[in-house]
């Protein structure tokens, strides 16, 4: 059986785009070496797909920072703005994905996006009414051409004109509906010299096809589709011969909305996830699979890093057989959401990294598979025998105490008293913060001396009475920093933590850790997603002295900063033997324990960061509450159920759409929430105004991903902007996110900035 995968990580094995990448960001380095390392990186993966026995390899997968942000530039949708800078090409791009300040002009980013599902960010591609699609870039053609020198025939990848259309954001009064036929035109170009390169597959991703569809949406893809396909001419497969075929990939969930048009539709493939995609078997019973197209049937998980039962995925394929006459075997989703290879990792046990399958394992994974396939009875070959016996093992870290105590959760651990408004009037008078308070999320720059102490005591070169002296050296400076500038409630700076989630992970038993597992959440920036185990449990104090610490330096409050139990469930690679409830409900357990030492060592504000909390919000909104939402929002509210109403708590949550669950976040109880809001244009504020929000609210006033310095009245606007929707005693000011990634110049510039912005407001009102 032939194999395939939808995609593969991008970063390289050691992270080698990240930092060539920042080098170029930092003038260290020309843009030919730049290039010349994504060269190489494109180069590697391929021969590593080959030499792995994967059949059809994918091309276009790679970007310098994000596949959509290619989309948008390949078919010239690139806003005025950046055009008006006059850079080139690459540092245009870089523009709209990170904002620019300098010479040329001052704009900023785009804004940055959940993928779907995903711990992933994508760039939001913007139309205006002008905008002129069609296809400029080369980007497809020079990569399927770069592998084929190689000898290696690729699939290119492209994300699709339905989904495309349905991520951008519209300026002016033009409509999905209205750029239709041009984006059409310039799918059918890029269909036609692909062809004349040679490409015998492409591949359209349209993982929107899983979400709820309307007629429109119906409607929308059906035009595009038959305009395409009826381009690229009746091509039957009887004589295709050397002719392209494409591919229809779907990931994420299934297609019940849209099920009975795609396969009407002449395709020539038809991808189908199987791991998410709860109705897909379903689909194929309900309504069966045209015998002329081919079946890549998603059954090898894409987005976590356990081990492949090949039992169940034989026995699946057995199934699909009997509906479709050619399957290709594939990953249920990109492999660009686990991490690169096992091979680095060293320090794990052996007990614990035979159950993990990162993307080079999966691989592997499919070869074994599609051989398996082949044989007369796979259940005699080694490699079926090893991998059941295998799944029959103990994989667990059990802790019997940590499952009666979830058990024994009862109502009153979901509830805090008093109410909120009555809270709100305690907390006035215990904090006495002035009108329009400043703060920030929690992190602060993360040097080269921050990285180097935190490195010299995990190799063992410092014990931790040393590293401990350092960090309370850190904070000092930082809380020093904080009052200089005029913030009203400070923070510790989180200089003890590598991650929000692999710290909290570190101190928690029941997780397992990698060294160099990294994961791309966006562009440059990489993250190390802690594996879940095992049963979670807390058992001993995580924050607490550095907090004690930090507080014990300044007469202005200092924050607690934790991260909440939904985040760290959805930024670890989870277990699949029990439900996310069960194991978020676990972490909510041990965080709780934690808030309530913090407040016992005087700490008056703690913040419990759910930046996560609509990650694994499923697709469909008939799944919200069922499958996510009964058990998340409870999960957050076991953390502060039981704190004094004088002790604030505090959120934060970032880079999703919150509009319609609003509600549901304000059903959190925190006392003050931050989001963010400057990439999405404040967006957010009509919600928070329709929907009465009872939470104080600090929308963030500006981007903390792009280099770029805010200037004071661009601050006052957006706070303007605010007040036209925010009860003005009830409005927090504050940056969208955590400031780590940032440098210390322009980290000290925009604080600067922002405390100015909040007293002309102060001084107004």
């Known amino acids: 059986m032939n194999n395939t995968v939808v995609g593969f990580p991008r970063v390289g094995k050691l992270r080698e785009l990240k930092f060539i990448s920042e080098k170029y960001f930092r003038g260290e380095v020309s843009k030919d070496e730049l290039l010349q390392v994504a060269k190489e990186l494109r180069a590697e993966h391929w021969k590593f797909q080959k030499n792995a026995g994967i059949g059809m390899i994918p091309s276009n997968d790679f970007s310098l920072y994000d596949g959509v942000l ?38 900023s980013a785009l804004a940055m996006k959940k993928w779907f599902n995903t711990n992933y960010h994508y760039l939001v591609p913007e139309i205006d009414d002008d905008t002129e699609i069609k296809l400029t870039g080369e980007k497809p053609f020079v990569e399927y051409h770069e592998a084929s020198q190689f000898g290696i025939q690729t699939k290119p990848v492209i994300v699709g004109p339905f989904t495309f259309l349905k991520l951008v954001k519209y300026h002016g009064q033009k409509s999905a509906d209205d750029f239709a036929e041009d984006l059409a035109n310039a799918y059918t170009n890029l269909i036609k ?72 539709l002449d395709f020539d493939g038809i991808g189908l996830d199987f ?52 399957i290709v075997l594939s990953t249920s989703c990109s492999l660009l959401h686990v991490p690169y290879t096992l091979e680095n990792e060293t320090s794990l046990q052996p007990e614990v990294s035979q159950f993990f399958a990162f993307a080079l394992e999966k691989l592997q994974e499919l070869n074994e598979l599609s051989v398996l396939t082949e044989t007369d009875d796979f259940r005699a070959e080694k490699e079926y025998l090893e991998n059941k016996e295998l799944f029959k093992k103990e994989r667990l870290y059990r802790n019997d105490d940590v499952k009666k105590q979830v058990e024994a959760l009862g109502e009153k651990d979901f509830v805090r008293l008093p109410v909120r408004s009555e809270r709100a009037i305690i907390q006035k008078s215990e904090l006495k913060l002035p009108l329009f308070p400043t703060t920030t999320i929690g992190s602060f720059p993360q040097t080269i001396e921050v990285k180097k102490n935190r490195t010299q005591f995990k190799k063992g070169e410092i014990d931790k009475a040393a590293y401990d002296a350092k960090v309370n050296e850190f904070i000092k400076n930082c809380i020093r920093e904080q009052e200089n500038l005029g913030i009203d409630v400070l923070v510790h700076g989180e200089y003890e ?42 058992t001993k104090p995580i924050t607490t002295e550095y907090l004690k610490y930090a507080q014990s330096l300044t007469d202005k409050p200092v924050k607690g900063m934790l991260t909440g139990p939904v985040t760290i469930l959805n930024w670890s690679f989870p277990r699949e033997d029990i439900s996310l409830k069960e194991m978020a409900f676990q972490i909510g357990i041990a965080i709780r324990e934690e808030v309530n030492d913090l407040e016992k060592a005087g700490i ?66 925190a006392d003050v929430i931050s989001f963010e809001a400057s990439r999405s244009k404040l967006t ?82």
């Not at 530039?73 to 090409?89: A, C, G, T």
């Not at 160099?516 to 979670?536: E, L, M």
């Not at 880079?655 to 609003?662: K, L, P, R």
């Not at 210390?744 to 600067?752: F, G, H, R």
Request: charged content about 30%; hydrophobic content about 35%; glycine content about 6%.
């Open 275 to 326: 791991v998410e995609g709860k109705e897909s078997f379903s689909l194929l019973e309900k309504y069966g699979f045209p015998k002329s197209k081919t079946l890549f049937a998603g059954l090898v998980n894409g987005k976590n890093i356990w081990k492949t039962d090949y039992e169940k995925v034989l026995s699946s394929l057995d199934t699909l057989k009997k509906y479709a006459d050619e």
């Open 193 to 264: 010299q692909l062809e004349e390169l040679g490409a015998e597959w492409i591949q359209f991703d349209e993982p929107s096809l899983v979400t709820d569809l309307i007629e429109d949406d119906k409607k929308l893809f059906l035009k595009l589709y038959e305009h395409i396909l009826a381009a690229k001419g009746e091509i039957k497969n009887s004589d295709s011969k050397g002719k392209t075929k494409l591919l229809l990939q779907t990931y994420f969930g299934d297609v019940r909305d849209c099920y009975k048009e795609i396969v009407e």
């Open 70 to 107: 290619d989309a948008a530039v390949l078919f010239n949708v690139i806003p005025k703005k950046y055009r008006e800078l006059q850079l080139d090409d690459i540092d245009t791009y870089f523009a709209m994905a990170r904002g620019y300040q300098g010479d040329a002009g001052d704009v």
């Open 497 to 538: 933590r590598n991650d929000m989630v692999e710290f909290f992970g570190e101190n928690l038993e029941g997780y397992v850790f990698t060294e160099k597992a990294w994961v791309q959440s966006y562009g440059t920036r990489c993250v190390k997603p802690p594996i879940i185990f095992g049963d979670v449990k807390r």
């Open 604 to 669: 008056k504000i703690i913040q419990i960061d759910e930046a996560a909390l609509k990650e694994k919000l499923p697709i469909r909104k008939s799944d919200w509450y069922k499958e996510y939402l009964d058990w998340a929002i409870p999960a957050f509210r076991l953390c502060h159920s039981g704190v004094k109403p004088e002790t604030q708590i505090h959120t934060h949550m970032c880079y999703s759409e919150f509009d319609e669950i609003i509600k549901d976040i304000d059903n959190m109880d």
């Open 684 to 765: 957010i504020l009509e919600a928070i105004k329709e929907n009465n929000f009872e939470t104080e609210v600090g929308p963030g006033v500006y981007d903390i991903h792009s280099p770029r310095v805010p200037s004071v009245d661009e601050i006052v606007k957006a706070l303007e902007k605010m007040l036209g929707k925010i009860d003005r005693n009830k409005l927090w000011i504050n940056p969208d996110c955590g400031l780590k990634t940032r440098g210390i110049p322009e980290t000290k510039a925009s604080l600067k900035n922002l405390v100015a912005a909040a007293n002309i407001l102060r001084e107004q009102y």
